[in-house]
Antibody, heavy 118, light 110 residues
């Protein structure tokens, strides 16, 4: 079964760092781009960025440039999303998703809830 | 990159058909046949319903169909069922080699 399994919910304080993960299984992880999507509480989906685990080629939405780092470790089929200094406004559900073709994200992780509060 | 424009809400009775529109620009929806539609039930991850404007993934009911004209894509759900009640998001590839989502549409089955 093709699936993406994300790390568990996190509760952090403003200014702290965080790295969440997305592990792929059931397919060749290095052959498909992995995207990250933010969903703030009660709001819509926002595309953050994407990485190709085969060579770590990365693209980010202008809205998230300088705000997050996207990386991958192909040896363990895992993509990451990290922050160096969290803000309260980073509180959201974060999803990873596999890209197929040019415009489609076909498999989604279950989401990681990040709560940033003092 | 501005979000694609969707109606905030639509509603219909069981058995009826509804259509959700998704309006972009000539830099996204109008320039590429890479429009996807996702269904999201409360507390759940999004699920792919339509890709490349009008293609259905395996396992998705043929009651769901997609189309596009100019800068506007549409999702039509026929024979509405209670389980179709959810939020629906469109997405498009863009000329900046990025992706953009619509603001989402809440579908209520009356």
């Amino acid at each position: 079964e093709v699936q993406l399994v994300q790390s568990g919910a996190e509760v952090k304080k403003p200014g702290e760092s965080l790295k969440i993960s997305c592990k792929g299984s059931g397919y060749r992880f290095t052959s498909y781009w992995i995207g990250w999507v933010r969903q703030m509480p009660g709001k819509g989906l926002e595309w953050m960025g994407i990485i190709y685990p085969g060579d770590s080629d990365t693209r980010k939405s202008p809205s998230f440039q300088g705000q997050v780092t996207i990386s991958a470790d192909k040896s363990i089929s895992t993509a990451y999303l990290q922050w160096s200094s969290l803000k309260a406004s980073d509180t959201a559900m974060y999803y990873c998703a596999r890209r197929i073709g040019q415009g489609t994200f076909d498999i989604w992780g279950q989401g990681t809830m990040v709560t940033v509060s003092s | 990159q501005s979000a694609l424009t969707q109606p905030a809400s639509v509603s219909g009775s069981p058995g009826q058909s509804i259509t959700i529109s998704c309006t972009g620009t000539s830099s996204d929806v109008g320039d590429y046949n890479y429009v996807s539609w996702y269904q999201q039930h409360p507390g759940k991850a999004p699920k792919l319903m339509i890709y490349d404007v009008s293609n259905r993934p395996s396992g998705v009911s043929n009651r769901f169909s997609g189309s596009k004209s100019g800068n506007t894509a549409s999702l039509t759900i026929s024979g509405l069922q209670a389980e179709d009640e959810a939020d629906y998001y469109c997405s498009s590839y863009t000329s900046s080699s990025t992706w953009v989502f619509g603001g989402g549409t809440k579908l209520t089955v009356l």
